[in-house]
């Protein structure tokens, strides 16, 4: 499953979607769950050089990338990169241009004005990552751990600077964001403060389940409006996340839902019963119905989850409903703070 973090723009319509499509987020992927990060993890792992001490040698997929000194200027290929980067503490020289002209989110905001930062300079992606634009800025390290695009950028963006990735085709998918934040920490030289950031993220995450312990237990079923279909996202074959971090847990009808049989029909409504509901439209008027046209729904207004006031709707006008389906070192702990006062609300039936 993929997890790599994406924003709202242009291209946010497919990532919305491929977000949605992939599962309910909230997973152990770029944005990973609490716990997820174990001694038995399957992911990259960094070895070799302590913190600080250089060169760092990275075998990739691709091949071997060797930074020999302490990166200073730092590229990034894709929004996640850029995340690791502004948690770390970095202000990227280029970034790609992931919002497009809408607002920037306010968790990756709050990390540039921490860094003084003021705006990133990006380049346009819309037709894939601009080589000649990050040349031009001359970097001493090209971050690539949150991007599918790498088998084919990989060969352009060597020969510019050493190509921080992952060391098999299939990470792009699979890796915690907590591996991908310790690869990228090792050739910055920053590994203890990898370590910093993920002891407080998960603490982050497990503060707000001890300080909402009406969370657990509770069963759960989260869903997404599609242009196609009602989605049922919290199916059996999706990683527990955030929300089962937090305390919920999946209905027992999730077990007859997978990642490709997933689709609630309109007379089959009563499929989303749980405890708590959760909605979201990442497509707005342009899903399969509008918010007002479910909650109208005869069908929809008679399950006992609407009636108690148990459902509530993720935004996706504040990009939550997409960062909540890739959370990484950056909007993790923003996730829990927007996340947790929603599911309150839906858990008391307000």
Same mark, same amino acid.
């Given at each position: 499953?993929?997890?790599?973090?994406?924003?709202?723009?242009?291209?946010?319509?497919?990532?919305?979607?491929?977000?949605?499509?992939?599962?309910?987020?909230?997973?152990?992927?770029?944005?990973?769950?609490?716990?997820?990060? $174990?001694?038995?993890?399957?992911?990259?792992?960094?070895?070799?050089?302590? @913190?600080? !001490?250089?060169?760092?040698?990275?075998?990739?997929?691709?091949?071997?990338?060797?930074?020999?000194?302490?990166?200073?200027?730092?590229?990034?290929?894709?929004?996640?990169?850029? &995340?690791?980067?502004?948690?770390?503490?970095?202000?990227?020289?280029?970034?790609?241009?992931?919002?497009?002209?809408?607002?920037?989110?306010?968790?990756?905001?709050?990390?540039?004005?921490?860094?003084?930062?003021?705006?990133?300079?990006?380049?346009?992606?819309?037709?894939?990552?601009?080589?000649?634009?990050?040349? @031009?800025?001359?970097?001493?390290?090209?971050?690539?751990?949150?991007?599918?695009?790498?088998?084919? $950028?990989?060969? =352009?963006?060597?020969?510019?600077?050493?190509? !921080?990735?992952?060391?098999?085709?299939?990470?792009?998918?699979?890796?915690?964001?907590?591996?991908?934040?310790?690869?990228?920490?090792?050739?910055?030289?920053?590994?203890?403060?990898?370590?910093?950031?993920?002891?407080?993220?998960? *603490?982050?995450?497990?503060?707000?389940?001890?300080?909402?312990?009406?969370? *657990?237990?509770?069963?759960?079923?989260?869903?997404?409006?599609?242009?196609?279909?009602?989605?049922?996202?919290?199916?059996?074959?999706?990683?527990?996340?955030?929300?089962?971090?937090?305390?919920?847990?999946?209905?027992?009808?999730?077990?007859?839902?997978?990642?490709?049989?997933?689709?609630?029909?309109?007379?089959?409504? $009563?499929?989303?019963?749980?405890?708590?509901?959760?909605?979201?439209?990442?497509?707005? $008027?342009?899903?399969?119905? &509008?918010?007002?046209?479910?909650?109208?729904?005869?069908?929809?207004?008679?399950?006992?989850?609407?009636?108690?006031?148990?459902?509530? !709707?993720?935004?996706? =006008?504040?990009?939550?409903?997409?960062?909540?389906?890739?959370?990484?070192?950056?909007?993790?702990?923003?996730?829990?703070?927007?996340?947790?006062?929603?599911?309150?609300?839906?858990?008391?039936?307000?």
């Amino acid at each position: 499953m993929n997890r790599l973090a994406r924003t709202t723009g242009r291209r946010g319509t497919v990532r919305a979607l491929l977000a949605a499509a992939v599962g309910l987020a909230l997973v152990t992927g770029c944005g990973g769950s609490a716990d997820s990060d $174990d001694s038995g993890s399957s992911g990259d792992k960094p070895t070799g050089a302590a @913190a600080g !001490v250089f060169p760092v040698t990275q075998k990739t997929a691709w091949g071997t990338t060797k930074v020999t000194k302490k990166p200073v200027r730092v590229a990034t290929v894709s929004d996640g990169d850029t &995340s690791i980067a502004l948690a770390l503490g970095i202000v990227p020289v280029i970034t790609p241009d992931t919002e497009d002209g809408n607002p920037v989110p306010e968790y990756k905001q709050r990390g540039i004005d921490k860094l003084g930062a003021g705006k990133l300079k990006t380049y346009d992606d819309a037709d894939g990552t601009d080589y000649e634009a990050i040349m @031009a800025e001359e970097p001493d390290v090209i971050l690539g751990m949150n991007t599918w695009s790498m088998a084919t $950028d990989y060969a =352009k963006l060597s020969p510019i600077a050493p190509v !921080v990735t992952y060391t098999d085709k299939a990470h792009a998918d699979s890796l915690t964001w907590q591996e991908r934040l310790r690869t990228a920490a090792e050739a910055l030289g920053l590994k203890e403060k990898a370590e910093e950031i993920i002891t407080a993220n998960e *603490k982050a995450v497990t503060d707000a389940a001890a300080a909402h312990p009406q969370f *657990k237990g509770k069963t759960y079923t989260y869903a997404v409006v599609h242009p196609e279909q009602i989605t049922f996202m919290s199916h059996s074959e999706q990683d527990p996340g955030v929300l089962e971090q937090l305390g919920l847990r999946k209905t027992e009808k999730a077990k007859a839902y997978t990642a490709k049989k997933n689709s609630v029909s309109l007379e089959n409504l $009563d499929e989303l019963e749980a405890e708590v509901l959760l909605l979201t439209y990442p497509f707005g $008027d342009n899903g399969l119905l &509008s918010a007002a046209e479910l909650e109208g729904n005869k069908l929809f207004r008679s399950l006992d989850v609407v009636k108690r006031k148990n459902f509530a !709707v993720i935004p996706a =006008k504040n990009s939550l409903s997409v960062t909540m389906a890739y959370p990484d070192a950056l909007s993790l702990p923003w996730v829990v703070e927007k996340l947790t006062p929603i599911l309150a609300g839906a858990v008391a039936g307000r």
